[in-house]
């Protein structure tokens, strides 16, 4: 009688997985494998629309750089940039009482200033550029140009002595799709920069 036993608990001990606990485990697996996918497919987008936010703003920066060196004298006066293609963009610096270049919007609630570039409106000759980033690096770089829209409004600031002008820059990114696929999931917002110059 006690061999016995002993076989039956020998032969309980060794029992491997029943089919069905194998499929529980494995469908625990997939779940897992699928969860880990969705957070490295998000980390990679997260990764495109931050480089994009990125350029913009360094693009949209180094176009108000421009105008901030330029005096806010009534003499007219442009300067011109270059993009990768070689194409040459002359950018008007002329601003106004009411506000010269790129139409605005305004939002609410927003405390230190409350316009930015309106992007849904069409651009004024002379305070816009379509302006190309080349995927330049090492040998082997891999990627597509991509194509900002950037608009500028340069308006004089009431009620000061001095000439001094309010300058608004916005960029934001065209060419969604540009990448072999639709970079809606990548959408960011356009960019608006303020600055103010004098003599």
């Not at 002595?161 to 970079?183: D, I, R, T, Y």
Request: hydrophobic share 45%.
């Amino acid at each position: 009688m006690t061999n016995i036993l002993t076989r039956k608990a020998r032969r309980t001990r060794n029992a491997g997985f029943s089919l069905i606990e194998l499929m529980i485990a494995m469908l625990v697996l997939v779940v897992g494998l699928l969860g880990g996918m969705i957070v490295i497919l998000t980390a990679i987008a997260t990764n495109a629309r931050n480089r994009f936010d990125t350029a913009e703003i360094a693009l949209a920066q180094s176009t108000m750089d421009r105008i901030l060196v330029l005096s806010a004298s009534s003499v007219a006066q442009g300067t011109d940039v270059t993009d990768c293609n070689g194409v040459v963009h002359a950018m008007n610096t002329t601003g106004s009482d009411a506000g010269a270049g790129a139409p605005l919007t305004t939002l609410a609630n927003i405390n230190n200033g409350n316009q930015i570039i309106d992007f849904s409106q069409p651009p004024v000759a002379g305070y816009q550029m379509l302006y190309t980033l080349c995927a330049a690096g090492g040998a082997g770089t891999v990627g597509n140009p991509q194509v900002y829209d950037v608009r500028w409004n340069i308006q004089n600031i009431a009620n000061t002595n001095q000439n001094a002008q309010l300058v608004l820059v916005g960029a934001k990114n065209v060419n969604e799709g540009n990448n072999g696929f639709s970079q809606t999931r990548l959408f960011n917002l356009p960019v608006t920069l303020r600055g103010v110059r004098g003599n």
